[in-house]
């Protein structure tokens, strides 16, 4: 297959990639063949999702339950994969391989997704399980780590429509087989209810995007962006303007630049986590908050290790510039709320901790002084 698609590639004036929808945590599928591998150009990571998840929403049901601290995401983030050989307790047995040898840019993340959400019994989407600034703080998880993000439609401005399990099959055992398969699925994973019919137009037209709350029929009529309510609306524009800026900040930053395990360092308390990377166009540093209280952060802004090097002497020099907080101000959808600003600059001569806001993430960026 990749051979195929060199071949192809080769022949048009557009690249083709073949990225791996797999929950594997199995490196050959990106491996080259000369190593073993299937040379597929990059594969998902479904761990940081699960880790992600799990933190944001508190749920621990299903697989869910192998990533119930937030050391899981630290990993998926240093790591590539939380799972890389250790013993998974929701599969009982091993699961993964290492995957430290290979680039930042071939695993791809995500906070939502097509499976994810629509597998759910009743296909709700992020906006209608956690608070705003939970949603920021996911947005920025993902788009500012180390790898590629990938964004599920409309989850830039917070869609609130589900997106429920639906087909279009034209064998009738084959619908009868479907709609049996999810309500023996969910007996068991959610115990309550049962899941819409796959089958059902209904389920369809449920799962179609609002883009914004403009005018679409609805079942008490036609939902406007109005009827859906100013600061519904009002919070679907910020959040489409933070999506926004955080992909011109990876632009800017050059978070796509390749980066390996050993230019990544995290570190976590019950509720904060950190990740500093190494980069040549200046380090990050990016600070999650995943409490329901602000949270003073010890900042790892000065020496690396305990032997300095040329290097790491260098790296206390450095002076840290604000980049983005999620918390701040501009990115608030209730005015009435208070906001919490960050220092424009830090530095490891005048400060060494700060304090970040509730459910909120926040990036500098080292410059030499």
Avoid at 121 to 144: C, N, P, Q, V, Y
Avoid at 298 to 323: F, Y
Wanted: charged fraction near 20%; glycine fraction near 6%.
């Amino acid at each position: 297959m990749a051979k195929t698609n060199a071949q192809q590639s080769a022949q048009t004036k557009y690249p083709f990639y073949l990225i791996a929808e797999s929950d594997l945590n199995d490196p050959r599928l990106i491996r080259p063949s000369e190593k073993g591998g299937y040379q597929l150009d990059a594969q998902w990571s479904d761990d940081f999702h699960h880790a992600l998840h799990t933190r944001l929403t508190g749920e621990t049901i299903g697989y869910y339950s192998d990533f119930t601290c937030l050391e899981t995401l630290a990993q998926a983030i240093k790591n590539r994969f939380t799972y890389t050989g250790q013993y998974s307790a929701f599969r009982r047995r091993e699961h993964g391989a290492p995957a430290i040898d290979l680039p930042s840019y071939q695993f791809v993340v995500c906070n939502q997704n097509h499976d994810q959400v629509g597998n759910r019994m009743m296909g709700d989407r992020f906006s209608t399980l956690i608070s705003f600034e939970s949603l920021k703080l996911a947005a920025g998880a993902t788009l500012l780590s180390p790898y590629l993000p990938l964004l599920f439609m409309g989850e830039e401005y917070g869609e609130t429509a589900p997106f429920l399990y639906f087909v279009d099959h034209g064998d009738a055992d084959l619908i009868a087989a479907v709609r049996a398969g999810r309500k023996e699925e969910f007996s068991a994973f959610h115990d309550i209810g049962s899941p819409p019919d796959p089958a059902s137009e209904e389920t369809f037209e449920k799962s179609k995007l609002n883009w914004l709350a403009p005018k679409r029929p609805a079942e008490n009529g036609p939902l406007s962006a109005a009827s859906a309510g100013p600061d519904k609306r009002q919070s679907q524009i910020i959040l489409q303007a933070f999506y926004q800026a955080l992909i011109n900040l990876r632009k800017r930053c050059q978070m796509m630049t390749p980066s390996h395990h050993a230019e990544i360092t995290t570190a976590h308390t019950n509720n904060t986590l950190y990740y500093r990377r190494r980069l040549f166009s200046g380090d990050l540093l990016c600070i999650m908050n995943f409490g329901e209280q602000s949270e003073k952060v010890e900042l790892p802004v000065g020496i690396l290790s305990a032997n300095p090097t040329a290097e790491n002497l260098m790296a206390e020099n450095q002076t840290w510039h604000l980049q983005l907080n999620s918390a701040a101000a501009q990115w608030s959808a209730d005015k009435t709320s208070p906001t919490s600003e960050l220092p424009p600059v830090i530095s490891a001569q005048d400060c060494s901790a700060i304090s970040i806001a509730a459910r909120s993430i926040a990036l500098y960026q080292a410059k030499p002084v």
